[in-house]
């Protein structure tokens, strides 16, 4: 079994050559732009984990791993767009750089290359992984526009933001581990308990990304602590903290939002801290890692094959088992 | 064998139900939207009529068509974000309507959406049909990338627009036609015949409508004419003025680009007609027709298969055969 390392290793040395032709050059250097920028890598190594956990890894798992990526990058150009985000991993975002109807363009030539390399996989198994990369990737166009919506909703119940989460992020995980499942050969059966790993994993890393952006050490999370807040962004920490809060609190947080003072970022943290939204962001993170460890338990195959997935879990909810 | 408006029929009754779900409706009543202004179909009933060329219509060609016309409506929802267009068909765009950010998810749902209606198509035929597919969708997107760089750059050759156009429209029509061929059972060697057919019929008809624009008659066009000309647009008739135009007519052309005086149409039509461009386009047209009709006859096939991609083309291109 290879360990996270080693398999972003190999997948980097398949993926770093070059995707696109040369020409017209206008339309393939934005798209190429975007891959150098680098990232975790962290779905197209699911693909491989998936194949991994039931058989050696198959060169169609090489095919699947880069569709998943570059369907993934081409979501990141899109949303970066949808949102005028300047900046991507600091960097200018493609379309910051090469001008919207460019990068909108790119993304979309970005989206039939994933379907190429799919359709490298071979047949049989291909039919089987497409309507899941079809569903996945319609879900995850479901999910940003419901977060869009959300931005225009007054208020958003913790049921509509965990689906939006789950389709915005968590499916393309479970997807990823589901794909490299049946290139390995899973069972119908298996192949459900990995997709649930990877989609209640995927909503925990959410709540954990939310609190950190609360409650993080500024030196370890790598990214400005409070910018959820300063944004006044629908967060799991948000939603709650409106839920639980008193009438006076309630309209204590309203006003923050409203009138966002200069140390609106404190104030907030004391009304999250004097509802417990930290105690209980940390436990329902834990009720999500719990329920993704409890479907990896249930595939059938043997112990030591599951140990890479749950230091995969362990990379991304920083927990320990 | 079936004319043009019964397969026309035949294709809309299969066409105009719901494509996408209920929810998010944010999402899919912008996409449902664009599939409700309606168009002329002539794509969808290309993969009809490549089918019935060579065997009865099959049920997978309706998945193809549908495929196809899903992936046509995509790329206009795309293109008119990039060309800020107001209207379509008379009606606001998807953008001016529902806004960028949902326009343009709208579309990348709708490019699934075709993807999926594809892959219902029975295996065997699937696997010769997504190569082609997925070709003909990175050259569209590549003639959309170069006729956006067009209109930055100072001079455009007669063999540079020839390739845009090849590219932005006549693939589509002519891949439309060799995926109906496929499913109709077509050989490698008649499969390329009716790609080429189409390819330059495509042509031929975007000569016509650069023709039209300047030339046609307005009670029958049924647009402004002149459009190409108040909007400075090269096209296959500006770019051979300024190719064959002695230096003073060719001044007296720029001279009107870049002044744009009211009676602007009016002279550059003088200009075009000094040159001869009206008659040189005419021709360029029925060459392009005659290659057309060249690889139609090659298509070994019976005779009496062909009338209807014969009325096809005489539709396209106003010409009687």
Same mark, same amino acid.
């Given at each position: @079994?290879?360990?996270? =390392?080693?398999?972003?290793?190999?997948?980097?040395?398949?993926?770093?050559?070059?995707?696109?032709?040369?020409?017209?050059?206008?339309?393939?250097? /934005?798209?190429?732009?975007?891959? $150098?920028?680098?990232?975790?890598?962290?779905?197209?190594?699911?693909?491989? #984990?998936?194949?991994?956990?039931?058989?050696?890894?198959?060169?169609?798992?090489?095919?699947?791993?880069?569709?998943?990526?570059?369907?993934?990058?081409?979501?990141?150009?899109?949303?970066?767009? @949808?949102?005028?985000?300047?900046? &991507? &991993?600091? #960097?200018?975002?493609?379309?910051?750089?090469?001008?919207?109807?460019?990068?909108?363009?790119?993304?979309?030539?970005?989206?039939?290359?994933?379907?190429?390399?799919?359709?490298?996989?071979? /047949?049989?198994?291909?039919?089987?992984?497409?309507?899941?990369?079809?569903?996945?990737?319609?879900?995850?166009? =479901?999910?940003?526009?419901?977060?869009?919506?959300?931005?225009?909703?007054?208020?958003?119940?913790?049921?509509?933001?965990? *689906?939006?989460?789950?389709?915005?992020?968590?499916?393309?995980?479970?997807?990823?581990?589901?794909?490299?499942?049946?290139?390995?050969?899973?069972?119908?059966?298996?192949?459900?308990?990995?997709?649930?790993?990877? &989609?209640?994993?995927?909503?925990?890393?959410?709540?954990?990304?939310?609190?950190?952006?609360?409650?993080?050490? /500024?030196?370890?999370?790598?990214? *400005?602590?409070?910018?959820?807040?300063?944004?006044? $962004?629908?967060?799991?920490?948000?939603?709650?903290?409106?839920?639980?809060?008193?009438?006076?609190?309630?309209?204590?947080?309203?006003?923050?939002?409203?009138?966002?003072?200069?140390?609106?970022?404190?104030?907030?943290?004391?009304?999250?801290?004097?509802?417990?939204?930290?105690?209980?962001?940390?436990?329902?993170?834990?009720?999500?890692?719990?329920?993704?460890?409890?479907?990896?338990?249930?595939?059938?195959?043997?112990?030591? &094959?599951?140990?890479?997935?749950?230091?995969?879990?362990?990379?991304?909810?920083?927990?320990?088992?």
């Amino acid at each position: @079994m290879k360990s996270f =390392e080693q398999l972003l290793k190999e997948f980097d040395t398949h993926f770093s050559g070059r995707h696109f032709p040369e020409s017209p050059n206008t339309l393939y250097e /934005p798209a190429q732009y975007i891959l $150098k920028l680098g990232g975790k890598r962290v779905r197209p190594v699911c693909v491989l #984990m998936g194949n991994e956990l039931f058989s050696d890894i198959s060169v169609d798992s090489f095919h699947a791993a880069t569709a998943v990526e570059l369907f993934h990058n081409f979501t990141l150009i899109h949303d970066d767009i @949808m949102d005028k985000a300047p900046l &991507r &991993r600091g #960097m200018e975002t493609v379309h910051s750089k090469y001008g919207e109807p460019t990068a909108l363009l790119a993304g979309d030539v970005m989206f039939v290359k994933a379907y190429e390399y799919l359709s490298k996989i071979q /047949p049989d198994t291909f039919q089987k992984i497409l309507p899941i990369f079809n569903q996945t990737a319609t879900e995850v166009c =479901e999910g940003q526009q419901l977060d869009m919506d959300f931005e225009q909703k007054e208020t958003v119940s913790l049921q509509e933001y965990l *689906q939006m989460i789950t389709l915005k992020t968590s499916v393309l995980l479970a997807g990823s581990l589901q794909i490299g499942s049946i290139i390995g050969g899973a069972s119908i059966g298996n192949q459900k308990h990995i997709y649930e790993f990877g &989609r209640n994993l995927g909503i925990a890393f959410q709540i954990q990304d939310d609190y950190l952006d609360a409650f993080g050490d /500024p030196l370890k999370f790598g990214k *400005q602590v409070g910018g959820d807040i300063i944004a006044n $962004k629908k967060t799991f920490l948000l939603i709650h903290a409106l839920e639980v809060a008193s009438a006076s609190q309630k309209k204590q947080l309203q006003d923050l939002i409203q009138a966002n003072p200069a140390n609106k970022v404190e104030q907030v943290l004391a009304v999250y801290k004097s509802v417990g939204v930290d105690a209980w962001a940390n436990e329902l993170k834990n009720e999500y890692i719990d329920k993704a460890m409890h479907h990896l338990e249930e595939i059938a195959v043997l112990n030591k &094959r599951k140990e890479p997935l749950k230091l995969l879990a362990h990379f991304l909810v920083q927990r320990d088992y």
